[in-house]
Every structure is written in C-alpha cells, then in structure tokens.
C-alpha cells in the first residue's frame, strides 16, 4: 500500500473540488495521482440521502445564478446530464407568511415588505460605493443602521432571515457587506435559482465527471486511484513532497498534495499538519466562518398545508428569531409533486445557532418542537409527523459545518492566504473561491485551478508563491487609495483567472 512515484499528486476529499482537481491533472496528462476520500462516496457536500420511499438532498440542492451574463458551469453539466430540476419562485414569500396566531394577510404587511426591499437596495449600493472607495468593510447589520432601520418585530426579523440569513446561513451582525453586496454569483451568473429534484441526486453531475476520466465497469468507478473510506489523519510535507498518513495505517507518498477538505475540517485537529502551517495561512483559515444550514425533511399522512404555484415557501415568523422560520413545500407545485408522487413532504430550514442547538437535541424532541409551530401556523387539528430526517452537519466530522460565509473582518489579501500554496501543498474547495465562496461552481472552479496550477509547475516548472510580506504589509496597511488599489488589481486578476477557467470549460464540453 502506498505510492512512490516522482511526479505524483495526492489528491484528499472527492468532493467535487477534488474531481476536478483530478480531471485537471488527467486532462493534462497528469496521471499519476490518487484520491483519498474519508467517507464511502465521492460527491461530498452534495448529498442525497434515501426518505420516503425517495431520496432528498441533505446537503446541496440549487443550482444557483442562471440566466444571467455569464454561464455557470454546474448549469451547463446539469443540462447535459438532463438533472431534473425547478426554477424557485422567490417572489411569494409576503404572501405566505404565519405568526403563531395563524396566516398573516398579506396586504397587513406591505409596509415591512417594502421596508426589507428598500433596505436591500440601499446596503447593496452602499457595498458598492464602499468597495471602489476603498473604504473599510462593515458588517450587514451596520448598513441596516446607516439605512435607518433595523428589523424588530417577528414580522421584520422573518422578512430580514429570507434576505440574508437564508443564504449566507449567518446573521447580518457577522456577515461582511462588501463581499457579499451584490453577490457575485448572482451579478455574474444572473439571479435564478434551480432546486435539483432528481432521482439519481445532484451529486449524479460528480460521478459524471469523475467517469469521464476514471475507469468505470457498470457505471461504478474502479479505478484504482480512487481510495474510498481513507481518512487522512496527518500531512507531512516539505519543498520535496508529501507524506500522507491515514487512519487505517497506511501511507502515501507524493510529490504534492491537493487539500480540499472543508473549511470546517480544517479548522477542526482531524488532520495533523507537519510542521504546523505557517501563521498566516492559519489565521487566515480560523478567521473564516463555516456556517450551518439545516433542511428537515418531514413526512406527514396528508397534506394540511396550502397548495398551488406560489406557496413553496411559507415562513414562520417568531419572537425567537430563526426559529423554525423557512418551510419549502414538496408538494406545492405540480412537477415536484410529480418528482415525490403522494409523499406528502415539507422541509423547514434552520441555521447557524438555531442547527448547533438543534443539532444537540434527540429527534423526539426536535419533533416536539415543530409539531408546536406547525400548530400555530395551521391549528390544533394536523396529524402528527410520519418520517423525520434531520441531517447534522456541523457535527459530522468530515465537514464540520454547511458552507463557509464570508464574515466581517476579513480582506482581500487574508483571502488569499486561504487559498494560496504552502510549499508542496495545495489548497481546493468551496472556501478557496474567492468570488464564489459556500457554492458548488465555486468549489468546482477551484478544483480546475488547484489542478491548473499543478499543471503549471509540474510541466513548465512555474510554479505558484504566495509573498507573505506583501501579504503581511497589505494586512496593516491604512492607507486608502492603496487598500482600494490593490483591491482592484486583485479582484481583475481573479476575474480573469476564472474567465480563463470558463471559457476553457465551455470549449471543452
Ligand atoms: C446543507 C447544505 C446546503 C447547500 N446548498 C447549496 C446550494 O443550494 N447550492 C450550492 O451551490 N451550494 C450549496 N451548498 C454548498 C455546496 O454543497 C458546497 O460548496 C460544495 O459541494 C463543496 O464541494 P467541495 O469539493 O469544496 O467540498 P466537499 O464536498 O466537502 O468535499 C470534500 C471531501 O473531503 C472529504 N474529507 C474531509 N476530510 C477528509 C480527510 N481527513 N481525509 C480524506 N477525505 C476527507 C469529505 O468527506 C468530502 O467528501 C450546500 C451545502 C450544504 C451542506
């Protein structure tokens, strides 16, 4: 067991950052290389997991930003691996909304919808002016401030959740607003959203792209550069290469590694750096935030709660804000009822404080509690819950947590020191995209970066530094008109990498 070649990549996590990683290397020739994997499935963060009879997706679920500018790649795969899936209708939300004394008219909350709307302009547009001045990053909630108004009723709170905390999985207080205003997914790839109801599961897409280059014998992959059940425990390595070993006792040797595993593990001690890894990649790495987002999948006899086309979304405003707040009907429109035929499902999402506390308690009473909301929205008379999944991210540990959310305090050049080499090691993954952050064509241009990059120095000996000292003097830097500078130049490199990156994928397909 174990692997000597010279030229070498140790690839770990087949997540889809590190498929494509591989895909990379073998596209170039690179064929030397293997993909350790802890858990028994490639796929990663995207997830489907069996419930009623079907399957649903625990972890990623959208194809996010279609229809605009450019094209996202994971739109494209989708479309050539015929995903089902279905455009989201966000605009409803106000008409679908419940306290706990029941359903909510809508034309009683005019005033608060146009409120959140207003105030979502005005802190895009302050990100905005903010960014090409140069001036120092604010949190969300310190827009809300400058706007003149922060939400304070369950009614508010629930309006505020939808806009920022239903995609960031943080709260306004932590969430940076000139990194996430606008947010660059949505500007770059436009602003629909495609919810993946598939039989075979988004992660389909993965094993798609990993049989375009490694063996398969009756749609199963058996190459055997794919290690399943391979927990990598330590990482040794130096300007020579990489020693890597795993939990079962074995040991692989490269010439580098590519480490795609979560921000999430990352920050946790499942993997042992050796030395240590330098100061600014590790500050860099704990400062980020890895949020949590929780869906629970819920099955009932009957369906008790209002169907037709513009109620896949019925939120729950309480005095807890968060609380049970997001549910998303399974059932509501007639092609998903399709995809679950007489299933009956609803899911609610929670997160960040809501799911670590959530995740803690056992399943009764989690269904304890929702029965209580349930009541509230629709009456004492609903049948009680079938079926229950309730996936727990943050405590599984080969993830430790949903997606990385870009939170207050972190510039530009601490970002790439997430991102950047150290020594033989290389760095993929969701977290590692600095435009695209927490999204699956994030960690999926990543993977093709990391492996170009290999590409690079392996054939043409140029190979990726990362210079601490302009890093370091970026850090402390006060001065405006350079902070806004520097800023520029590196969000015109990084766009013109990940234009490279796209253009070179469109003509590959
Ligand atoms: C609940 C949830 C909802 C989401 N919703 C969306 C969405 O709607 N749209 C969207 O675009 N994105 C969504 N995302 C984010 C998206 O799923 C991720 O950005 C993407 O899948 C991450 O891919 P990755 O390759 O970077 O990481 P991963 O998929 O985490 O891959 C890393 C791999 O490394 C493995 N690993 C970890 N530690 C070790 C170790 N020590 N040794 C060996 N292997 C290891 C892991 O098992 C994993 O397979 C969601 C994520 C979650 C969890």
Not at 359 to 381: C, H, T, W
Not at 473 to 489: F, G, M, P, V
């Amino acid at each position: 067991d174990g692997h000597t070649k010279t030229d070498s990549v140790l690839i770990v996590g087949a997540g889809i950052s590190g498929i494509m990683a591989a895909k990379t290397l073998s596209q170039n020739g690179i064929n030397d290389f293997v993909i350790l994997e802890a858990t028994e499935r490639i796929g990663g963060r995207m997830r489907e997991e069996a419930f009623a009879g079907g399957i649903v997706e625990i972890g990623a679920n959208w194809v996010e930003g279609v229809h605009g500018s450019k094209v996202n790649p994971i739109w494209t795969l989708a479309n050539k691996y015929n995903l089902t899936s279905f455009y989201t209708d966000f605009s409803n939300q106000s008409s679908n909304i419940y306290t706990k004394n029941g359903y909510v008219d809508p034309s009683t909350v005019t005033n608060e919808t146009k409120m959140a709307e207003a105030e979502k302009e005005y802190v895009t547009n302050l990100a905005i002016s903010k960014s090409k001045n140069g001036e120092q990053d604010i949190s969300i909630l310190t827009g809300q401030r400058l706007f003149g108004s922060v939400p304070q009723t369950p009614i508010e709170m629930c309006l505020e959740y939808q806009n920022y905390d239903f995609e960031f999985a943080e709260p306004p207080r932590v969430t940076s607003l000139e990194n996430t205003h606008p947010n660059p997914t949505f500007r770059d790839f436009g602003d629909d959203e495609y919810f993946v109801a598939d039989p075979r599961g988004y992660s389909h897409i993965v094993h798609q792209l990993a049989g375009d280059f490694l063996q398969t014998r009756n749609g199963k992959i058996t190459d055997p550069r794919l290690l399943l059940n391979k927990v990598v425990r330590k990482i040794k390595y130096s300007k020579d290469g990489v020693k890597l070993l795993t939990e079962d006792g074995s040991t692989y040797f490269g010439k580098f590694a590519i480490v795609t595993a979560s921000l999430g593990v990352l920050q946790s001690s499942l993997i042992k750096f050796q030395p240590v890894l330098p100061d600014w990649k590790v500050e860099a790495l704990f400062q980020f935030d890895m949020a949590i987002y929780t869906k629970i999948f819920l099955r009932f006899p009957y369906t008790f709660w209002p169907i037709y086309p513009g109620a896949q979304f019925l939120i729950y405003c309480d005095e807890r804000r968060g609380y049970y707040s997001t549910w998303q009907s399974l059932v509501s429109f007639q092609h998903l009822a399709k995809e679950f035929p007489g299933k009956n499902m609803i899911f609610v999402t929670v997160t960040d404080e809501e799911s670590r506390r959530i995740e803690q308690l056992p399943d009764k009473e989690i269904k304890a509690e929702i029965m209580s909301v349930l009541r509230k929205m629709f009456g004492p008379n609903i049948p009680e819950i079938e079926e229950m999944l309730v996936p727990r991210w943050g405590s599984m540990k080969y993830f430790k947590g949903s997606y990385s959310n870009w939170p207050i305090g972190v510039s530009d050049s601490e970002f790439e020191a997430i991102q950047a080499p150290v020594e033989t090691l290389y760095f993929a993954g969701e977290h590692t995209s600095q435009k695209y952050s927490g999204y699956v064509h994030g960690a999926y241009l990543t993977g093709i970066e990391a492996g170009k990059d290999l590409v690079a120095c392996i054939k043409h000996k140029k190979c990726r530094k990362f210079s601490q000292e302009k890093h370091k003097d970026l850090k402390n830097s006060t001065c405006k008109e350079e902070i806004a500078k520097e800023r520029e130049a590196t969000r015109q490199a990084w766009t013109k990498k990940m234009d490279a990156v796209l253009a070179s994928h469109k003509n590959g397909m």
